[in-house]
């Protein structure tokens, strides 16, 4: 079924969706914490960026177990980062400029800290409050053992055993308690949690771990083989039929959720994150289900023209074949940041790079920078939606060597300090040449910035044609400009021109998008260039190197 929908009620098609990482955008109050009015503070780097929305990671009251994903409170603003009324200022302020505001909702699960867990942990084994939640007892002759050798997403077993020998299922941090989505009473919360936030004006929702909330809980509990990365997208072609991911009984709780956007005008959105093979996030995007889904296909592609034509066209063509466009996104705050990871040997084990304080394989990052260049004019060349992570318009890198005494990510403790997690790639942005912390705030920000990053600042890029920053703010505007011109959500490969390392397609008539990924320069075809993630070479297309073109 195709979704149907006045032009304005579709405005998520072709946006670009900025993410932004509310601790570490920007620090209004100088606590070294990024806060909402810091956010409002910067809005208009964010109208000069272009970009039709942004989406705010958590903001919610959080014991901070896991970056905020550990949720306290679904309808509150956490002190640290302001209030209901600061957070009313910030939509009104996006709105103004004519920029929308997307939410993370988090359903899978809630903190420890959640009045509900707390109830629950205070009532007895069978009460309704431990209901809301998957408690269990344990296996063995004195139920010492846990329900089943599921291991969380951040290392460790995914249950943990309280004093009264009850089991609690967590399939991330212990402090993440799993909701149980059979309940009713957590099926209505959340429709109220979204009503809460749509009532406010937000446009949309970005949500959490959206293939896991359903759950085949019957006994006994099957085993899976689980991946060591943890990415559904391994893990569900070893288990197709898998009990905790991407479960049939899911759908009915979207098309609950759709009825709740739906009545809204214009209608609330929804992107899912699932880590799930491709043709298997179909399922959720759907005219009476969500509207987008993470392209991780697309995250993970390496940089090779092959593989990324291989994915561009299952992509595309997925979703046409349900009547919607696919989304494209190379960057997150769980992820290795692009200029890094492309700046690294095919096929290096990311995780155990990042334990060599980014040593081991050495990292060329000009040719990370080069690429990650190229992949950004590449994705906003296709049709469909964009996602871009704070820093990525700057070039940040991953910070790969910030000291184990700073680091925040749950897997590093889970895992005894055999894997870093996702600091490096969530470090306060710079904003300034100089400062304690680069413009970031009046104080040092919660992770230490690198030396040199002031030369990667909002102020130092703006106005350097050559910069990132500024190639990003042109492809934005331009990529407008030329949907609009008669390119709309058109795409097809350029027979002519697409072969081998080169990557050349076609939008409507006039415009086409190249990127070469081998070592050599391409000759060009004619055409009027219009932009070129870098210097082009008498009228050749260099390796690692995208660029726009006006065809006669
Ligand atoms: C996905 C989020 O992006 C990640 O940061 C978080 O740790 C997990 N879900 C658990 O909520």
Redesign the pocket.
Known sequence: MADTGSAQDHWWRDAVIYQIYPRSFGDADGDGIGDIPGITDRIDHLAALGVDAVWL?PFYPSPLA??G??VADFRGVDPLLGTLGDFDALVAAAHARGIRVIIDI?P??TSEEHPWFVEALNSPPGSAARERYVFRDGKGPDGAEPPSGWQS??GGPTWTRLPDGQWYLHL?ARE?PDLNWANPEVRAEFLDILRFWSDRGVDGFRI??AAALAKDLSEPLREIVQTPDGSGLDEMRANPDHPFLDRPEIHDIYREWRRVFDSYDPPRVAVA?AWLPSHRQLHYVRADELHQAFNFEFLRCPWDADALRDVITTSVDDASSVGTVATWVRS???VVRTPSALGLPRGTDLAAWLMTDGTEPPLDLERGLRRARAIALLQFGLPGSNYVYQGEELGLPEVADLPPEVLQD?KWERTGHTVKG?DGCRVPLPWDTQGPSLGFGAALGWLPQPAGWGGLSVAAQTGDPDSTLELFRGAIRLRRTLIGAGAGESFAWDADTDKGDLLAFTRGEHWLVLTNTGAEPVALPDGEVLLASGPLDNGALPGDTSVWLRRP
């Open positions: 990671s896991d970056g994903y550990d988090v899978n699960h997403r951040f991330f993440q959490d771990v994150e997150n705050h769980d749950p996702r």
